[in-house]
């Protein structure tokens, strides 16, 4: 994965083939076996933000995984132009590689209007600096995943607020599983909304499906079970800096049928609410295999 924010942004830098046509390629060095599926969104929103008119913003992007993406060959991202209204923008986009989707996503791009306003109100959690990085969390549970999480993951800064058990939020008991961060890009990012945009959906495909782990006591990187993320989907409600500190407030309302289900609010350090994110993903108990 890239190493630096600076790579992360020139990930998101498509080759331009012709008129909404678009080749993405991949890290160089990363030890991934399938191509990460924020990258893909990221990647698949940045070409078709290049279609839509200045005026108009990301309100809502949808988006399935259909097959694990390869590492070793680009992405080719063919927009499709849906319906351009007085107010909204829609466009589908479809990845492929060795001739097949791999990936669609259908986003939905809206001019600023005034209106009514309201939001759910920020937790009650510890300040940024009073919080661990996620690697070093990591650490104590398995000294190999931390690694890998400082090889793959340092153009990120995450660090673990903590979870649902009594220590972290006796207030929330009745949820089964939780788990929050505080993240942002490890550097300063160009004041572009559509490139933060693109990195915070990026980011927001990092650690939702782990949350529906935490009440199994298991990381999503266990050799226990068999992760994928299926589908995704992110609103966003107000600007976002991705490199500005934001509250990752993941819950997991059910997990059934080897898939688990999650929801976030994702708030800015100043208590906004930027962006809600729900995700569905493929959490199969490996079954261990018979001894010889």
């Known amino acids: 994965m890239p190493a630096t924010i600076e790579q992360l942004v020139d990930l998101l830098d498509l080759e331009r083939l012709e008129e909404d046509l678009y080749r993405g390629t991949h890290p160089a060095g990363s030890t991934l076996t399938r191509v990460f599926g924020g990258q893909v969104a990221a990647q698949a929103l940045m070409?078709?933000?290049?279609?839509?008119?200045?005026?108009?913003?990301?309100?809502?992007?949808?988006v399935y995984f259909l097959l694990g993406g390869d590492?070793?060959?680009?992405?080719?991202?063919?927009?499709?132009?849906?319906?351009?209204?007085?107010?909204?923008?829609?466009?589908?986009?479809?990845?492929?590689?060795?001739?097949?989707?791999?990936?669609?996503?259908?986003?939905?791009?809206?001019?600023?209007?005034?209106?009514?306003?309201?939001?759910?109100?920020?937790?009650?959690?510890?300040?940024?600096?009073?919080?661990?990085?996620?690697?070093?969390?990591?650490g104590f549970v398995d000294e190999r995943a931390a690694e890998h999480w400082r090889?793959?993951?340092?153009?990120?800064?995450?660090?673990?607020?903590?979870?649902?058990?009594?220590?972290?939020?006796?207030?929330?008991?009745l949820v089964p599983s939780i788990q929050r961060l505080w993240l942002r890009g490890a550097g300063d990012l160009p004041d572009d909304p559509v490139l933060n945009a693109c990195v915070l959906t990026y980011m927001s495909d990092l650690t939702l499906l782990g949350s529906s782990l935490v009440v199994h006591g298991l990381t999503i990187g266990s050799p226990r079970i068999q992760p994928a993320s299926l589908?995704?989907?992110?609103?966003?409600?107000?600007?976002?800096?991705?490199?500005h500190w934001m509250l990752y407030d993941q819950v997991s309302p059910s997990a059934i049928g080897a898939r688990g289900f999650a929801t976030a609010n994702?708030?800015?350090?100043?208590?906004?609410?930027?962006?809600?994110?729900?995700?569905e993903g493929l959490i199969r108990p490996v079954k261990p295999r018979p001894k010889a």
Request: charged share 25%.
């Open 47 to 62: 070409a078709a933000s290049h279609s839509v008119p200045e005026d108009r913003a990301v309100h809502s992007l949808h």
């Open 71 to 138: 590492p070793s060959v680009p992405i080719i991202y063919d927009v499709e132009r849906i319906r351009d209204g007085g107010s909204f923008s829609t466009r589908r986009v479809s990845a492929r590689q060795h001739g097949k989707v791999i990936f669609y996503m259908t986003a939905s791009f809206h001019r600023h209007e005034d209106g009514y306003e309201h939001q759910n109100a920020i937790p009650e959690v510890p300040p940024v600096e009073s919080t661990p990085a996620l690697s070093e969390v990591l």
């Open 151 to 173: 090889t793959e993951w340092s153009a990120l800064d995450v660090r673990y607020v903590g979870d649902n058990r009594d220590a972290d939020d006796p207030a929330r008991k």
């Open 231 to 243: 589908d995704h989907a992110v609103w966003f409600h107000r600007p976002v800096r991705a490199d």
């Open 266 to 279: 994702i708030f800015a350090e100043d208590g906004a609410l930027v962006a809600s994110v729900a995700q």
